[in-house]
């Protein structure tokens, strides 16, 4: 008899218009890392969701080692040894990252917390695992990827036996990545049993004991990951197979649409500069991509592009014009297109439906007004054409509460949005993250297609393989100052590796470039 810490029988999960799952029968073995495969919107984060008791389900049963159990809320969860990742991060940014670990499970004695004692614990499993932190940072001052450490401490604080890790790799560096994956590996030797949900094939392939594929909320099987190809695994993922190769013929640049001359951009901190001299340019007809670890000024020098930033000296200038001091709208309006890295900051009201989200750059023009009011009846048109050309999955449509969606189709929201703006400069900050393979597929379609139209793209991508297979130009940077330029074609990602270091540096670089 299989020995099985958790069994999620017949599950079946509604929403208002939409069976998230149907009939999905899932069994992790004891001291096994099981991966959860499917495309955006087939229900793998819904059915997590119940198994932590955030959702009740309509039908089925689950059993915790072969007993039945009613898993009501998550505190119930926690109580079962059932902890939980998630996607979305469940952090209160203006606490610091040692409170947000300890919150709900603190050690109390008298009537006063134990910080210490709380504090050794956390460095303790912050070293044992290799998940190095500050424990009094404020969560709103540190990095996505380190928010992404808060959260996977939060769960090994409190000792559960099985982990759901929902997405754990989306905002992760790739050195990152293999950590974790690292990480995955030692706690399953110690007997952890983990459930991981993720799209990346490499990802499943590299930890994964078995697989459960999902698609449109059924259960399509459970494999050996060690006998499943890669492309048999997309096969069951989205029902055809998917070309990972991405075909594009040479770049053909034209005339320079962004200009970036010596730009310094202080931190969010503003204890030191986060962008220190930089100058490039980006052609229309080119992808050019800045490659770099997490944390090393991308997000600044994008804020300042976008016009969410001010910056400290140097100008930026669009077909040939300054806008270094205008406003976001301003540069909307001139051509700039921005798919940002946290879409939930800036791509996303998520209270709106999905309809205004995908309107929120036009809801002014003409053909979505009437008489100083927006025509919903317009809106709800536009919105119900981006969906069905973008495959955007929500339970109600246009009228979807965006918040409801899933990330991956929250994701394509903002592609949609943004590509069909027709600028003429796209800056796409992970645009491909949290998705599956085949809308990877068809987004990278898409930016190609944008490139071959004669629009200027500047992707910025923590994705090796997506820096290698899109790029015309690779520039690094480390520490806020480009540090090379590289030529995808003529380069290993072994190089571009320690260029992202810092362990190489070129003095071949960008300014006074022809």
């Not at 004891?30 to 991966?35: K, M, S, V």
């Not at 449509?397 to 590509?419: D, F, H, P, W, Y």
């Not at 600028?423 to 930016?447: C, F, N, S």
Request: glycine share 8%; net charge negative.
């Amino acid at each position: 008899m299989e020995d099985y810490i958790i069994e999620m029988l017949h599950i079946t999960k509604e929403f208002p218009g939409l069976k998230a799952n149907d009939d999905i029968t899932l069994q992790l073995r004891r001291g096994e890392i099981h991966a959860l495969l499917g495309e955006n919107g087939a229900g793998k984060s819904t059915l997590m969701n119940v198994l932590f008791g955030l959702y009740t389900p309509e039908g089925g049963e689950i059993k915790k080692n072969g007993k039945t159990v009613a898993i009501k809320d998550p505190n119930t969860a926690t109580e079962l040894g059932i902890g939980m990742v998630h996607q979305h991060f469940q952090l209160v940014h203006n606490f610091t990252v040692l409170q947000n670990i300890i919150l709900g499970a603190e050690t109390v004695r008298g009537g006063f917390l134990r910080l210490e004692e709380s504090r050794k614990k956390v460095m303790e499993l912050s070293e044992r695992y290799g998940l190095k932190i500050d424990t009094d940072a404020l969560i709103e001052d540190i990095t996505v990827g380190m928010q992404q450490r808060v959260e996977i401490l939060k769960m090994l604080y409190r000792d559960n036996e099985v982990l759901i890790f929902d997405e754990p790799t989306a905002m992760l560096t790739p050195q990152e990545i293999d950590e974790l994956m690292q990480i995955m590996k030692n706690l399953s030797a110690e007997g952890k049993s983990i459930l991981f949900i993720s799209h990346k094939l490499n990802e499943i392939k590299a930890v994964a004991d078995r697989c459960t594929v999902l698609r449109k909320g059924k259960c399509v099987g459970t494999v050996e990951t060690a006998s499943a190809s890669k492309e048999d695994l997309s096969e069951m993922m989205v029902g055809r197979r998917v070309d990972f190769a991405v075909a594009k013929e040479e770049a053909k640049p034209g005339q320079t649409v962004l200009e970036v001359k010596q730009l310094n951009v202080t931190g969010k901190s503003h204890l030191k500069k986060a962008v220190k001299n930089i100058s490039f340019d980006v052609k229309c007809g080119e992808i050019v991509c800045i490659a770099g670890i997490d944390g090393n000024g991308q997000s600044e020098l994008v804020y300042a592009l976008t016009g969410l930033m001010n910056t400290e000296s140097g100008s930026v200038l669009f077909n040939g014009e300054d806008i270094t001091k205008e406003s976001v709208r301003k540069r909307n309006m001139k051509g700039l297109a921005h798919i940002p890295e946290d879409r939930h900051e800036y791509g996303l009201i998520l209270d709106y439906s999905l309809a205004q989200n995908l309107v929120l750059k036009k809801y002014f023009f003409d053909d979505f007004q009437k008489n100083g009011f927006i025509d919903f009846n317009a809106v709800d048109e536009y919105a119900d054409k981006l969906i069905e050309k973008y495959d955007i999955r929500s339970s109600s449509g246009a009228s979807s509460s965006t918040r409801s969606m899933s990330g991956g189709n929250q994701q394509k929201a903002i592609v949609a949005r943004e590509l069909d703006y027709d600028p003429k400069l796209l800056i796409a900050v992970q645009p491909t993250r949290g998705m599956d393979v085949g809308a990877i597929e068809y987004i990278h379609k898409q930016i190609i297609a944008q490139r071959d139209a004669g629009k200027a793209i500047l992707l910025i991508s923590l994705e090796l393989d997506e820096v290698m297979n899109l790029s015309d130009r690779i520039l690094v940077i480390y520490e806020g100052e480009i540090v090379g330029q590289l030529e995808p074609k003529s380069t290993t990602v072994q190089e571009l590796g320690l260029y992202m270091a810092g362990a190489k540096r070129s003095d071949v670089l960008t300014e006074g470039r022809e």
